[in-house]
């Protein structure tokens, strides 16, 4: 099985009933872990369905394969669906390239820095807030 | 008196040339290559010299007749019909198309798996041209004019209908046979399955790619023979009732499969004019990877949208073209021949799939209308928000 891990942090939200976390991603996402690791996610999304406002950290995720994009694809609608909302950072330019041809980019945002992230994601609800590009 | 006999073939001939030109209208009606398909027309009505050469040897060697021997053997009428006209089947099938093959394999004619059906139809109009030349004189020379009319119309219409339709199965799955390195391919993408390919390949020692290529002929050969077969028996007990319908479903099939978009598809790939993919060769796999598990989910827009942006990355990519080709002609469910073709095999979950994704998509479409439009190949979006340097002064906290 190839080795990628997971770990989840809270962050402070801005608003109250918004759960705000990072979760970074270490290693290559493959056939032969996906589908265990996609279950913490899935656990996340579950306790917290309403107003989860996620930090896709992909700075250490070296590969992502199609099943993966699909879990992504996923993520997005459930928590879309609870009114949060999630965004990706610091992702290597080969799977940036990957989202932007699957039209993912066009969905999830992706930011170049954690605090960029955290701004735009924590931000977007605030009026006069910055839009990412 | 030889030159009586000359009029009457003379006669025969013009006669049977009225409806194949009818024919020949329609089927070149949408097509460019017309001085190609008359060739091909040619061809088909050479092809019947095959069958006096078989006859001719089968004469001289009857040692080698397989069906006179076996119905010999078999003393119910029934089954030795059926023999007889799988016989038939199997030889006219083969010789209708071998002008296209070896034209093609000369000089590349097909392009297309549309291409293959084409000229498939062109020479199995050729081969029943000949053919009806012959039975008009027979039927007029030995049961006599007045039986000719219904004859000459029954034969002009649904024989030369079916003689088309037969070859047209078979050049379809010639087509694919032609093209089975993209289309294997890409049913490995979607997860298809191939076990008889994969036990033909075992049990012949072939490479898979051979054995699906050879498969696909065979199929293809035994659909056309088989349907020849039926429709000789058909006749042969005079149920008109039932030929009728036969040949009508079998046209209908093939118009479907003449329209769809992965026919008109150009197979053909010039090495020199490729234009080289812009992605790298194992991020596009995951693309291509994520379009076959989409395609396996009936999730044919989403489909459609990743295969225009990677065509964008990679234009020339043949597997990319047959995906998004397949996916529209999935979504093309006002297209009346699918409609009825829907009604002659439903597959209500399917239809139920794509119905439900093309209301989603519409309404996600007029929600957001950029999620509508495809982007353009340009550096990956990463959004760059302006952080105000004195956070001290913003009310957010992070």
């Known amino acids: ?133 | 008196m030889p030159g009586g006999e000359f009029s009457y073939y003379a006669i025969s001939a013009l006669l049977a040339f009225i409806p194949a030109l009818i024919w020949m209208l329609l089927l070149f009606k949408r097509t460019k290559k017309k001085r190609l398909q008359i060739a091909i027309f040619m061809g088909g009505i050479l092809s019947v010299a095959l069958v006096f050469a078989l006859q001719y040897f089968l004469n001289f060697f009857p040692q080698f007749d397989i069906v006179n021997f076996l119905q010999g053997q078999i003393t119910n009428q029934n089954v030795n019909y059926i023999i007889l006209f799988i016989a038939v089947g199997i030889t006219e099938e083969l010789v209708k198309q071998t002008f296209v093959r070896v034209a093609d394999s000369k000089f590349l004619l097909i392009e297309t798996i549309n291409d293959s059906i084409q000229f498939s139809l062109v020479s199995a109009l050729g081969f029943s041209f000949a053919e009806n030349i012959f039975y008009i004189y027979s039927i007029w020379t030995n049961v006599g004019i007045q039986q000719l009319f219904v004859a000459y119309a029954f034969r002009s219409i649904f024989t030369t209908c079916a003689h088309l339709i037969f070859s047209g199965f078979f050049g379809y799955y010639y087509g694919i046979a032609k093209f089975s390195l993209n289309i294997r391919e890409q049913s490995r993408w979607i997860g298809k399955k191939l076990i008889f390919t994969d036990i033909l390949s075992k049990l012949t020692g072939m490479p898979r790619s051979q054995a699906y290529k050879e498969q696909m002929i065979l199929k293809g050969l035994l659909i056309a023979m088989g349907l020849h077969a039926a429709f000789d028996f058909l006749l042969q007990f005079n149920q008109i009732i039932v030929v009728v319908p036969f040949v009508l479903i079998g046209y209908f099939i093939l118009r479907h499969l003449l329209k769809r978009k992965a026919g008109h598809l150009i197979m053909v790939t010039d090495v020199d004019e490729q234009r080289a993919s812009t992605m790298a060769k194992t991020d596009e796999e995951v693309v291509i990877e994520l379009a076959g598990m989409w395609f396996k989910e009936k999730r044919y827009v989403d489909v459609l949208h990743i295969c225009e942006r990677l065509l964008q990355r990679d234009p020339d990519n043949k597997i990319v073209q047959l995906f998004k080709a397949q996916a529209i002609d999935k979504m093309d469910n006002k297209n009346v021949y699918s409609k009825i073709l829907k009604n002659l095999f439903p597959n209500k979950e399917e239809r139920e799939s794509i119905e439900k994704m093309i209301k989603e998509k519409t309404k996600e479409a007029k929600k957001n209308p950029t999620l509508a439009e495809l982007p353009k190949p340009t550096p990956a979006p990463v959004a760059t928000p302006s952080i105000p340097k004195d956070t001290s002064k913003d009310t957010y906290k992070l």
């Open chain 1, 1 to 133: 099985m190839t080795q990628v891990n997971i770990t989840i942090e809270d962050i402070p939200a801005t608003t109250q009933g918004q759960i705000a976390k990072i979760v970074k991603f270490q290693g290559q996402l493959d056939e032969s872990n996906v589908d265990e690791k996609a279950k913490t996610i899935y656990a996340v999304i579950e306790q917290n369905p309403q107003n989860l406002y996620l930090i896709l950290d992909f700075e250490e995720l070296e590969y992502m394969n199609s099943k993966s994009i699909g879990y992504l694809t996923d993520w997005y609608g459930k928590i879309s669906e609870g009114k949060g909302k999630i965004v990706i950072a610091k992702a290597r330019s080969n799977i940036l390239d990957i989202l932007q041809v699957v039209g993912l980019t066009q969905l999830i945002n992706c930011y170049n820095t954690l605090d960029e992230a955290k701004f735009a994601l924590l931000r977007q609800d605030t009026p006069g807030a910055a839009q990412p590009q």
